[in-house]
């Protein structure tokens, strides 16, 4: 028996080098974007307004930016003011704050900010993949804090989460 347990642990490893270079890992990313890089050249994002009833003005701003940040970052796209072979412009149409759960002594414990955002989308190499969509997100805060303690953190996980459905709707096709 001694003799048999010595032969299969020497056999185990005589082959267990070949078994191990035999496997091989292999990673890598999925492509960013599904964007036929041979008729599509440009894109040109138009300014968001800020059309909500209740306006913080640092909210188009950093939206604007982000979105443009996203397609320089993530695609070869060049951009350009106008006129590109990819068109994205909208408005920013709702910025609010709703109660969203009662405590125990019948006031509001937590509040949600929403954010919603009206895209147009032109692809002017397949206008079969034009749209217009609104997008949103929301964050909720303890209703102990004011809106304006926590409004900016709120506003770049809000306004990070709409540019990325903005991106995959448009560009990504997932």
Request: charged fraction near 20%.
């Amino acid at each position: 028996m001694d003799w048999n347990k010595k032969i299969a642990t020497w056999t185990l490893l005589l082959l267990l080098p070949l078994l191990l270079s035999s496997c091989r890992i292999s990673m890598g990313l999925a492509p960013i974007s599904s964007i036929d890089y041979s008729k599509v050249k440009t894109v040109s994002i138009a300014t968001f307004q800020n059309q909500a009833e209740y306006v913080y003005a640092p909210l188009a701003i950093e939206f604007n930016q982000k979105l443009k940040d996203m397609f320089i970052q993530q695609t070869r796209l060049q951009m350009v003011n106008s006129g590109g072979d990819l068109e994205i412009d909208g408005e920013i149409t709702g910025y609010n704050q709703y109660n969203e759960s009662v405590d125990a002594s019948g006031f509001s414990s937590k509040v949600k900010l929403t954010l919603t955002v009206n895209v147009r989308y032109v692809n002017n190499t397949n206008h079969e993949e034009d749209f217009e969509q609104k997008f949103s997100a929301f964050q909720t805060y303890d209703s102990s804090k004011l809106l304006t303690q926590v409004q900016d953190e709120l506003i770049t996980v809000m306004v990070k989460d709409i540019t990325e459905q903005i991106f995959n709707a448009t560009v990504a096709n997932w």
